[in-house]
């Protein structure tokens, strides 16, 4: 029955440090430039906010009845010591937090918009290229088309990730790219499968691997432009084979995605 088990002590939290209004003037400045220094936290509507004696990370979008909607995706606290330091964590479940670094506010901005995992968003090598792109006073970079669906920049050779070529070769906005964001924070990465002839529909995979069965899973999203926008739509995997079967499959159900 487990009687007399000796449960492992429960770590105890670090202790938070009260700032002066000054420094957190400066560091929700710090925050703040991050962000807007980022095209991909910029594009997503990341905000930086203090609540409460700590500094609260948000994402902001609009409803289908347009209503403002706020999700907090990460949190910074400020941690006693010597020297100012601040731990980033994320919420994995109601008021169960977890630890994601620790450093200074500019560290920490940088951590999340340079994310690849999909903790935050999943597009850091998306972020980091387009200001590459900025400093040479592009919208984007060049991207040339391999065989086999292999993308590659124009300048260095090297091979594009699928949420780079989206963005840089077929001009998918970012806020589409980073759809859907729920497998993103599944951790799946995403494949181009299949791109239509006129580069207006790409069928992307999204697969992880499940170490306790040792296999694949994900799903598929079609990429498409819809009365001239870029729209995604999950699409149901026994409908996923090809562009066309999942184009038809849409239309059946007036496109609303699985």
Request: charged share 30%; hydrophobic share 35%; net charge neutral.
């Amino acid at each position: 029955m487990g009687w007399g088990r000796q449960w492992p002590e429960r770590v105890p939290r670090p202790e938070v440090q009260q700032l002066s209004d000054d420094q957190k003037n400066k560091i929700l400045s710090v925050l703040t430039k991050g962000i807007e220094e980022s095209p991909v936290l910029t594009a997503l509507f990341f905000r930086a906010r203090l609540l409460r004696g700590r500094f609260c990370i948000e994402t902001i979008w609009q409803d289908e009845k347009d209503q403002l909607e706020i999700q907090v995706v990460g949190r910074m606290t400020p941690l006693t010591g010597a020297k100012l330091s601040l731990l980033l964590e994320t919420e994995r479940s109601k008021n169960n937090w977890h630890e994601i670094g620790r450093g200074s506010a500019r560290t920490l901005i940088e951590t999340i918009a340079n994310d690849t995992k999909g903790t935050f968003h999943g597009l850091g090598a998306l972020d980091k290229s387009i200001r590459q792109a900025r400093k040479k006073g592009l919208d984007r970079l060049e991207v040339v088309r391999k065989e086999d669906l292999h993308f590659v920049y124009a300048d260095t050779g090297i091979e594009c990730s699928a949420q780079e070529t989206l963005f840089h070769y077929f001009d998918v906005p970012i806020e589409v790219v980073a759809e859907p964001t729920e497998w993103y924070a599944y951790n799946r990465k995403p494949k181009i499968e299949e791109v239509s002839q006129d580069g207006t529909q790409i069928l992307v995979s999204f697969t992880a691997f499940n170490l306790s069965f040792g296999s694949e899973f994900g799903g598929t999203c079609l990429y498409t432009v819809v009365d001239h926008e870029w729209q995604t739509f999950k699409i149901r995997p026994n409908r996923s084979g090809s562009i066309a079967e999942a184009l038809a499959w849409l239309e059946k159900r007036k496109w609303q995605g699985w």
